[in-house]
């Protein structure tokens, strides 16, 4: 996720940019820049890579004004070049962004036919020419952004400055965080507080369509649409814990939102982002070796639990898809209790976020005594499970410290998908075409899963009218069928309302009688193999009564006419629609617990490892 600072007062503008850009690198980035006053214009300095490429970069250069913004880019629209960095620079105006203008081939159009020269390949620059445009009619920087709003859709939050006004900054929100430090005849705009607490303790949080001018040491807050707003300043007085929040309400939350850098860096270590090609790197193993592991093996046993065991039931699907193996899958805490037939020739795998699940553990022990191999897919690394395997591969995603799984399954998925890829590759079942294409398509996932993240915003609207349902069945087919139940577990976990994950071709067989309106129906219904037998099965519930939330791919308008809610997912390749589907159903459990007012972080009951049986 994108990075953001900016500045206006008296103290060096560089120092406390770069200060605050490194207070943010934890949100993931792959190029930086800064625009700052000197002689009465922003110099703009950007560099591809990490900070200390622009730190370089910077190390000769002064400003003499008093006002700059900055920002760490990950790269969405266009490759993270010194061109694509922000801040977009156009007649004066400087502007940095974070989210996603998703009209923005539109707007792209548009300026190329009124002359506009687009010199990058982002949706941001397009922002800062719709601004420039503006600002001439308003000589106005306030309104020129307040203006241009109603052009732009999608999730996006952005901070401007203009040449001709050297005392003002203004910032829009709408989407993702944005925060408004308040000091000593200075003031700071910043993706989340970590970035300013070395300069002030007191912030004001702008809520979603806020517009703030800060003009010399006026801070003033609108709605979008100009009306004036009083807000509250919150004084922080940080624990150490809420400062891991980042800004965020919950960690949980901020962990939904890592989902896109957390599944890039679940892909990098097994994919070549130029030939689009697969090459599964795993620990206790050369590369080689295991791929002659996986083409001599007859079976894979797959044991795990809770959100994990539903990334095992994926793993099913594709693995024997795609490589034609047969897998048997298990939750661990029935494994070791039912005398499984266990051969050698079978490849052994645990998932586990945490290492330390005592059932996956005591599954993973029973295996290695019958000598099979072990490999495990964790995300703790040196964790007891990671330790005893044989084969290690990890989810790469970094703490994850809400109870509620979320980076870490999309990691896991992830990886997953990669290890099927592998295998077939292994044993000379995939075609070179269909390599490419699927390793394409995950390499684009993560700038898919930022649009998806705009989902927040609606569930934070919408999760009130889900409140009355007496319970919630979730169905899908084939790789929507594990994403169903793994959507239930959120509901059940963070909200503790019943709720069931389903195969939606097994409705017949019972839950229909359970239908009624009352009974919310979760379908996920993305453009895939199964869609039309999905979508009868949509109808089938719909004639009873039932209440529809589809997840469908696109503007779906036939599912759309069926449904309640419609949640429409980028059109994706069959193999990234799972990781798409599972950020609504995770936001929407998310916000439907907090404004029942759970513990959305610590939910009952429940830990964050099981480590006793
Ligand atoms: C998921 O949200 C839950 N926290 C729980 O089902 C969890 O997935 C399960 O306990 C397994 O944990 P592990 O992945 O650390 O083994």
Not at 401 to 410: D, L, N, Q, Y
Request: glycine share 6%; hydrophobic share 40%.
């Amino acid at each position: 996720m994108c990075g953001i600072v900016g500045y206006l007062g008296p103290l060096n503008p560089k120092d406390v940019i770069l200060q605050g850009l490194k207070k943010l690198e934890y949100r993931g980035y792959d190029s930086a820049g800064v625009a700052i006053l000197h002689h009465g214009k922003a110099k703009q300095v950007r560099a591809p890579g990490k900070l200390s490429a622009l730190e370089d970069k910077l190390k000769n250069e002064t400003f003499d004004g008093h006002l700059g913004i900055g920002h760490t880019r990950w790269a969405t629209h266009g490759a993270p070049t010194e061109t694509n960095a922000h801040p977009h620079q156009v007649d004066g105006i400087s502007l940095v962004h974070n989210g996603i203008i998703e009209n923005y081939q539109d707007i792209r159009e548009t300026l190329i036919k009124s002359g506009a020269q687009i010199l990058s390949d982002t949706d941001s620059e397009l922002v800062a020419h719709l601004i420039a445009r503006e600002v001439k009619k308003t000589k106005n920087l306030y309104l020129a952004v307040e203006h241009i709003l109603p052009e732009l859709r999608g999730a996006f939050s952005i901070v401007a400055i203009w040449n001709e006004a050297p005392d003002e900054m203004v910032a829009f929100k709408d989407g993702p965080p944005l925060v408004v430090g308040i000091g000593e005849k200075q003031a700071f705009v910043a993706s989340d507080v970590q970035a300013l607490l070395n300069y002030t303790k007191k912030f004001i949080y702008l809520e979603d369509r806020e517009i703030v001018s800060i003009k010399g040491d006026k801070i003033e807050i609108f709605t979008a649409q100009g009306a004036p707003i009083i807000k509250k300043v919150t004084e922080i007085n940080w624990n150490p814990e809420m400062v891991e929040k980042q800004g965020f309400a919950h960690f949980m939350l901020k962990e939904i939102y890592e989902q896109p850098r957390s599944v890039a860096a679940a892909l990098e270590p097994h994919t070549n982002a130029q030939t689009h090609e697969v090459h599964l790197k795993t620990e206790g193993l050369g590369s080689a070796e295991f791929s002659d592991l996986l083409k001599k093996t007859k079976r894979f046993c797959i044991v795990a639990c809770g959100t994990s065991f539903y990334a095992a039931q994926v793993a099913k699907y594709l693995i024997e898809t795609l490589a034609q193996v047969p897998v048997d899958i298990d939750v661990a805490s029935e494994f070791r209790y039912r005398s499984p037939v266990l051969e050698k020739d079978t490849l052994f795998m645990t998932i586990s976020q945490s290492g330390e699940t005592a059932d996956t553990l005591a599954a993973l022990r029973l295996a290695k005594e019958k000598g099979l191999q072990i490999l495990s897919l964790c995300n703790v690394k040196n964790s007891t499970i990671d330790r005893e395997a044989h084969i290690k591969l990890y989810m790469l995603s970094g703490p994850e410290i809400g109870v509620a799984s979320t980076k870490a399954f999309t990691s896991t998925l992830t990886v997953l998908s990669c290890l099927s890829l592998q295998w077939a590759k292994s044993k000379g079942t995939l075609l070179k075409a269909d390599e490419k294409e699927m390793v394409q398509a995950l390499l684009a996932a993560p700038a898919q899963l930022e649009v998806v993240l705009a989902y927040d915003k609606y569930f934070k609207e919408t999760a009130q009218k889900l409140k009355n349902y007496r319970g919630f069945l979730y169905m899908g087919r084939g790789l929507s069928y594990p994403i169903a139940m793994e959507g239930a577990l959120k509901m059940k976990e963070l909200a503790y309302l019943h709720a069931e994950g389903y195969a939606a071709g097994e409705m017949k067989h019972g839950p229909l009688a359970l239908i009624d309106n009352r009974m919310a129906i979760v379908m996920l219904c993305p453009k895939d193999q199964w869609y039309e037998k999905t979508f009868s099965n949509l109808e089938e519930a719909k004639a009873r009564g039932g209440e529809v939330l589809a997840l469908g791919t696109g503007e779906d308008e036939n599912l759309k006419r069926k449904s309640h809610f419609y949640l429409a997912l980028p059109k994706a390749h069959w193999i990234v629609n799972p990781l798409l589907s599972t950020i609504p159903l995770q936001l929407m459990a998310y916000h439907l617990a907090f404004q029942l007012g759970y513990d959305v972080d610590q939910p009952r009951n429940l830990a964050k490892s099981v480590t006793v049986e």
